[in-house]
Structure formats: structure tokens, C-alpha cells
């Protein structure tokens, strides 16, 4: 992935998606004027308040303030980080975003016929699946998995049929080779000869969070293992390829992603995560046939605040759910771990206890730490001196690497209740093990006095505003950034960091900048630099249906109107009496120059 996406780059993608174009897939639109309007698709509305600019790229909703670019559109419809978002407008547009580790033109076509090979494969495997004689093993194994056609159909699960090359026939059909096959993972080669590398299995399209198939796993429909001394592993994934990392990617997450909810659970199988699924839990991923990566952690907390570990109850499962709990932490995340009892995994428990047992069990998830303290008091009788003593040994290496401190020192006053031993003792245990952290330590009070005092000078800067005094920066700030004329008029008589709120400094160093660097402001590009927070602001300063005269007076008024709100509002907060009669000289200039204008 590039460390960063050049403004170069992502101006070209800009340029070849057209707003209007992309919206259309989501919205019904409406020539009205020079836009375009329609029902707003992030809240529910009778009237249409969504309109959208094909001159500036960009959209507003008058009703919910959703506004900005394109990518800012696919980053809320799609609920993509701002890469991917790009990512996703870059394939639309067949443009090459390169890559810090080599990345190429070949490397990006071969990627991209791997795609493409990988969506004709995965149409292939779900008609053989519809096939009531090629498909009939896969029919009877989801059947008796209780898999429903609805199910089918919103995973693209398919069948690959018992053979050599029936998929490799399709494949050269629609243009690809054995060769591109075998090294995009749909093959294999084996002395001297290319074969159908999934056969006799029912088959799970893995799909990144753009939506592009990077790959399969296929799973047997019996439980047979071995055939003339061979073993058959139960599940086979697609190899790495330039299109699929199976580190960096997750089963179900492009689906996961819009479920909405503020947590991920983490499951070990594709049936595992189908299961819940179907359930009504769409919150649900599971990994790739591997141990969890930290690039999955990191991939995951994009989309949660906190993840819930529900893997196998046994032995392994156990084992996986702390180098996950590790994982996670390492990645700065939180997490929680699904206990369920009486079931080895979340499908065998549904399928035993209901969907409303399985959600309680969500519901009762308990912390990662707690978990890996309650795994250690199994281990000892704390009713005896000794495994008190062990136990509280080990308990305190489990807290040093809690990062919270207030969650640590929870932890030690339960421990202590529980065992019977003083508070201070167990305190005294615990320092031991982390006297060696320096990192370890409540943050400083002066640490929290800058954060707050930070706070508090935006909100007083905030507070020393008037809905009049806001409107004509807006207005100001729109004009200068589609005229330079206009712009070199205003930029003599107010600065940046004269504009009275954080997002119009920001917005107006970024003007200013394009300007200076001779390339006219280009709204799409700019409202990139903004998060989702300040993006409503920034955006209506350029999506304005106000016409304006567009010449030199109209910016004149909006910067005496700025200048009589600005010293209207030190007039109030003034107290010294010759500071307040210089500040009266001020406006009655000010208001002179205003008249002259009117007249």
C-alpha cells in the first residue's frame, strides 16, 4: 500500500470520475438549474434535499449537512477509509496508483487480469452450484449445513466440480490462458501439466472491501482425508498472488463494514461466519486459513472500536484467541472474547441453542484481560497458600502488559477479593513486574491542562462569533476561490489566521497556497485535506446556490461587514475605556466605507 497518494494522482482520478455519473448508481436524480437534486441516500427523507454540482464534483444534503467529493461519497456509501476509497476510483478509472515496493505497469495489469479471471471463476463455480448434476454434492452439503439460496446468493458461493479442467475450458473461453490461470492461483502445475487446482469442493469468493473477488477457499463436501495415501486437507485457499495477501485481507468484511454496528467479531471459518450471518449478525469476519496478522488487526479497528474474539473452544482455539487478544493490543485496539459453552465453534452453537442464545453470549463477551486471568485461576487451587501465591505471580504478568493503568488497578482490587490477600500486597507484585516499563505511567496533569486549554481557546474563538460575522467569511472565502481577481482584492485585507473559525483558516491556507503556487483552487481536491468532522463546513463554502455579482464591490462589503462584526464583538468584550473609544473611531470609519459602497 503507498505511504501516501500524491495530489497529482489523485487529481487525475478526479478528473476521470464524474460525480454525477458515480451518485447515480445510489440516487435518482434530477437536472434542477445547473445541478442536480434528489432524496438524500444517508437519511430517510419525502422531499429531495441531495443535490449535486457536475461544475464543482461535489454534493450537499440541506437536510442532514452530508456534503463534499466524490471520494468523500464513496468513502460514507461504500464505508471505505479514504485509500481504499481512492483505490476503488483509481480501478474504476484504469488508472496505476504506484506503489513504494516496486509497483509497476506490468505488476498492475497482471493484478488486474487476476480480478478479472477471478470474477469469471467465481460466476462459474455458482452456476456449476445451480447445476442440478455438476452441483448436486454442493446442493446436499449446504442443505445439511442449513445454507439457504439467500444465503448462496449473498456470499457468490459456487461448486467446483470433481474435475481437471472444467474450470481452465471456461476460463480459455473468456480469454485467459492456463498460464495466467496457474499463476493466479486457480491452477496448479504438476510434472509438466496444468489442472484445476479447487475440485470436489464448495467455494467461498473471498472479496476485498472494494468489492473485487482476490481469491477462494474451497472446502470438501465429506469428510474424507486421505485418497491413495494422500491427504485431503478439509479447506484450500487461493496461494498469494499479485491480487490476494491473505495477511492483509479478511473473509467477509465487505460486508461486515456496513452493518453499522461499533464492534467486529472475529470468527476462525467461512462456515462459522455464514452461520452467524444468516442469523441477523452481520458484524461477523473471520481470517484466511491463518493466524490473526497485524495488518488484519489494523484492518479491522478501521471499522470497530473494539473486537470480539469468538474462536474455537478447544485446546488450539484457545491458543489462537491469546496470540489474537496480543495481536490486537500490539495494533492499539481493544478487545473481548465470546465464551461459548457446551459448542466447539459458533455454528455447532447456533445450530444447538438458537441465534437469541448465540447474542446473549455476544452480549456477555467478557474483557481480554479478564479472560487471560480467569485461563491462569484454572490452572491452581486458590484455596491453598501456594496457588494463591503462583497465581497472583502470574495474574501480575498479565497486568504489566495491560496498557490501561485504571483497568490494571481494577484488576487488582478484584484479584485481591478473590484471594483473600491485601490490596497492597497485590499492588506491590504488580509494580514488581512493571518497574522495568518505562512506558507505563497515568498521563501528566500538565499533559491534560495543554490538551484542555486547547480545547478551550477554539471554543472561545468559536463563541466570539455571530451568524452574520460567519456567513460573510463563507461568502468571502467562495468567491476568492473562484476568482483570482477576486482573491488578490481580499488576501491584502485579511490572512488566514484572521478567519474566525478553525475549518475557515484551514480552508483559506489552502486557497491561498493554490494561488501562490499559480493553479486555480480546485474544490474536490482541497475538501481531501478535511476530516468527516469539519467536512460540512468546508464543503458549503463552495456548494453555495447564492449568485453572486462576482465583482469588486461585492468583496469589499463582505470584508467591511467582517471588519464591523469583528469589531462589534471586541466592542463588547472590551473594559478600558481608551482601548474602547479607539475601537468606536474603527467602526464610524468602517461604517463611512460601507456607505460609500451603498451609494
Not at 429531495?48 to 460514507?76: E, I, T, Y
Not at 514488581?432 to 486549554?453: F, L
Not at 471586541?570 to 479607539?582: G, M, P
Amino acid at each position: 500500500m503507498p505511504r501516501r497518494i500524491s495530489d497529482d494522482i489523485i487529481a487525475r482520478i478526479n478528473d476521470e470520475n464524474d460525480i454525477i455519473d458515480y451518485v447515480s448508481q445510489y440516487v435518482q436524480l434530477k437536472k434542477t438549474g445547473r445541478d442536480y437534486s434528489g432524496l438524500c441516500p444517508f437519511h430517510h427523507e419525502k422531499t429531495p434535499s441531495f443535490h449535486v454540482s457536475q461544475d464543482k464534483q461535489l454534493f450537499h444534503c440541506f437536510g442532514c449537512g452530508a456534503s463534499g467529493n466524490l471520494v468523500q461519497f464513496v468513502m460514507r456509501t461504500e464505508n471505505l477509509d479514504f485509500v481504499d476509497a481512492i483505490k476503488l476510483l483509481a480501478d474504476r478509472a484504469g488508472i496505476i496508483i504506484p506503489e513504494d515496493d516496486g509497483f509497476t505497469d506490468d505488476n498492475h495489469e497482471k493484478k488486474k487480469r487476476i480480478l478479472e479471471m477471478n470474477k469469471c471463476a467465481a460466476r462459474f463455480f455458482y452456476s456449476c452450484l445451480k447445476d442440478k448434476k455438476l452441483g448436486e454434492k454442493g446442493q446436499q452439503y449446504l442443505a445439511k449445513r442449513n445454507i439457504p439460496w439467500k444465503t448462496i446468493t449473498v456470499y457468490g458461493l459456487g461448486y467446483a466440480p470433481d474435475s481437471r479442467d472444467l474450470l481452465l475450458k471456461h476460463l480459455a473461453a473468456n480469454g485467459f490462458s492456463v498460464e495466467e490461470a496457474a499463476d493466479g492461483g486457480l491452477a496448479v502445475r504438476r510434472e509438466g501439466k496444468i489442472y484445476d487446482k479447487f475440485r470436489g469442493r464448495v467455494m467461498f469468493p473471498i472479496i476485498d472491501v472494494r468489492g473485487n473477488v482476490i481469491g477462494f477457499g474451497g472446502r470438501v463436501t465429506d469428510d474424507v482425508k486421505e485418497v491413495n495415501g494422500y491427504k485431503i486437507p478439509k479447506y484450500l485457499n487461493s496461494p498469494e498472488t499479485a491480487a490476494f495477501d491473505k495477511g492483509r485481507n479478511l473473509f467477509s468484511l465487505n460486508l461486515a463494514k456496513n452493518s453499522k454496528e461499533s464492534d467486529l467479531i472475529l470468527c476462525e471459518g467461512y462456515m462459522d461466519v455464514i452461520s452467524v450471518y444468516q442469523a441477523g449478525i452481520k458484524n461477523i469476519v473471520a481470517t484466511l486459513g491463518t493466524a490473526i496478522t497485524e495488518n488484519q488487526a489494523k484492518l479491522m479497528l478501521r471499522y470497530a472500536g473494539e473486537i470480539l474474539i469468538c474462536y474455537d473452544s478447544d485446546e488450539a482455539g484457545v491458543k489462537a484467541t491469546l496470540r489474537a487478544i496480543d495481536v490486537i493490543s500490539g495494533a492499539g485496539g481493544r478487545s473481548r472474547v465470546i465464551k461459548l459453552g457446551g459448542a466447539k465453534d459458533p455454528d455447532e452453537y447456533i445450530n444447538k441453542n438458537g441465534v437469541e442464545k448465540f447474542k446473549e453470549a455476544v452480549r456477555k463477551a467478557v474483557p481480554s484481560t479478564e479472560f487471560r486471568i480467569s485461563l491462569i485461576k484454572k490452572q491452581y487451587d486458590t484455596t491453598t497458600t501456594d496457588g494463591k501465591i503462583m497465581f497472583i505471580d502470574e495474574a501480575a504478568n498479565v497486568l504489566a502488559s495491560v496498557k490501561d493503568a485504571v483497568e490494571a488497578d481494577a484488576y487488582i482490587t478484584k484479584i485481591a477479593e478473590d484471594t483473600g490477600i491485601s490490596r497492597g500486597a497485590v499492588l506491590s507484585k504488580y509494580r514488581e513486574k512493571t518497574s522495568g516499563n518505562r512506558h507505563r505511567r497515568i498521563p501528566m496533569k500538565t499533559e491534560y491542562r495543554k490538551q484542555t486549554e486547547r480545547k478551550e481557546r477554539e471554543t472561545v474563538r468559536k463563541e466570539n462569533t455571530t451568524p452574520t460575522l460567519i456567513a460573510a467569511e463563507k461568502r468571502l472565502l467562495g468567491l476568492m476561490a473562484q476568482s483570482k481577481k477576486l482573491y488578490k482584492i481580499a488576501e491584502k485585507r485579511i490572512k488566514p489566521d484572521d478567519f474566525s473559525t478553525q475549518v475557515y483558516r484551514k480552508l483559506s491556507r489552502l486557497i491561498y497556497d493554490s494561488y501562490d503556487h499559480d493553479n486555480a483552487p480546485e474544490p474536490a481536491i482541497i475538501l481531501n485535506s478535511f476530516d468527516s468532522d469539519e467536512l460540512s463546513e468546508a464543503s458549503e463554502v463552495f456548494y453555495n446556490f447564492e449568485v453572486y455579482d462576482g465583482d469588486e464591490a461585492t468583496v469589499a462589503e463582505l470584508l467591511n461587514t467582517i471588519t464591523l462584526e469583528k469589531l462589534d464583538i471586541r466592542i463588547k468584550n472590551e473594559t478600558n475605556a481608551a482601548v474602547l473609544a479607539e475601537l468606536f473611531r474603527e467602526r464610524q470609519k468602517a461604517i463611512e466605507e460601507k456607505n460609500t459602497w451603498e451609494d
